[in-house]
């Protein structure tokens, strides 16, 4: 861990290279379960390199004000053997706490935040034969006009599921604007948003708040020309043997908004 302030001054810098966690959740496990574990159960994070800056001045009054946070090559290994046994739970709980006060955050910004050369998420669940590994091409978080961010996420999925839709990878894009207010910590607006997956398109804005559960206070929704021949080619033969054989330039466009606030 290397931390530069007088050079970089009023920005205290932070640069940490190779981190690595390594969860014990796993070591006394019954013999049964243990022989079942892949070799790597055991590495649950690692990271290349994190770089990050801090605005000092800006804290001395109260505000978080970062700067170009990225973490190179991270990669994530989650394990699930059953209900009770994972490498990843590592964190206490906290003790409850009934207060209904209102949460209170400082102000906080980001002028960009970056990962890059990402390895893959992945997630094992043993107990339901269930492999994912989500492939992270882009992801980047531009805070220029905060509290409104502009986020672009580029990944690609992969499970021995997606055969059931005849796909050997899901490639999937995201990108939008995500508007976070620290007078309303618990609120979240995301605006114009347009989900890519594979070759489907979706544009979606919605207002969700996560105070007490969570609730979708406004959402409106467009799937863009969904391809009829697209879906019918995806779909598993059972469900579609009756339409063998059909070639149709059909495209469909279905909007919706919510009319009222939902839970």
Known sequence: VELTFWGTFPKMTVDVDNLQITSHLLDSIPEDLRSTL???????????CFNGSLNVLALLIGDISLYDVTFDTPKVNLVK????????????????????????????????????????????????????????????????????????VEANGKTPMLGFVNLDNLPISLTGAIDWNRKRPLSVALNDFTVTVD????????????????????????????DVNYLLHRAPEEYVSALKGLDTDMKINVSGRLKQPYV
Do not use: M
């Open 38 to 48: 892949p070799a790597d159960a055991d590495s649950l994070f690692s990271i290349k």
């Open 81 to 152: 053997v059953d209900e009770l046994h994972t490498n990843y739970d590592i964190i206490p709980a906290s003790e409850s706490s009934e207060s209904s006060e209102e949460v209170s955050v400082p102000n906080i910004t980001i002028n960009k935040f970056l990962i890059k050369d990402a390895e893959p998420i992945r997630y094992r669940s043993l107990s339901d034969s269930l492999d994912v590994a989500i492939n992270i091409d882009n992801v980047l978080l531009n805070g220029k006009d905060a509290p409104c961010y502009n986020l672009k």
């Open 199 to 226: 070759s489907l398109q979706a544009d979606v804005s919605a207002s969700i708040d996560f105070k007490d559960s969570i609730g979708i206070n406004e959402l409106t929704f467009t799937l863009n020309e969904w």
